[in-house]
């Protein structure tokens, strides 16, 4: 059974910096790419950034770039988003989520995890 474990939500002052881990267990997917992204109350589901398999390509969403930086480690099963000058407007749930696909960026997302909780305070 495929599972998605996020970690590393809390509570951070704007400015602050936080990282969020996602492992990945039940099969492999070193192959796919994976992504993460964020829900604050009240909104929709926003991809924050995504990688490639291979992690040589990288997405960002406009309201992130320079601030964040996802990356992956294949052989743990394990993709990461290092969060820096965190803002109140970045308070959301974080959710990991893998694509069964080498196409990148890729147009569907097949696993999610549960998400985990980002606050920001001003």
């Known amino acids: 059974q495929v599972q998605l474990v996020e970690s590393g939500g809390g509570l951070v002052q704007a400015g602050g910096s936080l990282r969020l881990s996602c492992a990945a267990s039940?099969?492999?997917?070193?192959?796919?790419?994976m992504g993460w992204f964020r829900q604050a109350p009240g909104k929709e589901r926003d991809l924050v950034a995504a990688?490639?398999?291979?992690?040589?390509?990288?997405y960002y969403a406009d309201s992130v770039k320079g601030r964040f930086t996802i990356s992956r480690v294949n052989v743990r099963n394990t993709v990461y988003l290092q969060m820096n000058s965190l803002k109140p407007e970045d308070t959301a749930v974080y959710y990991c989520?893998?694509?069964?696909?080498?196409?990148?960026?890729?147009?569907?997302?097949?696993?999610w995890g549960q998400g985990t909780q980002v606050t920001v305070s001003s």
């Open positions: 989520a893998v694509a069964e696909t080498r196409y990148f960026p890729p147009y569907k997302y097949d696993y």
């Open positions: 990688i490639s398999w291979s992690g040589g390509n990288t």
């Open positions: 039940g099969r492999t997917f070193s192959n796919y790419a």
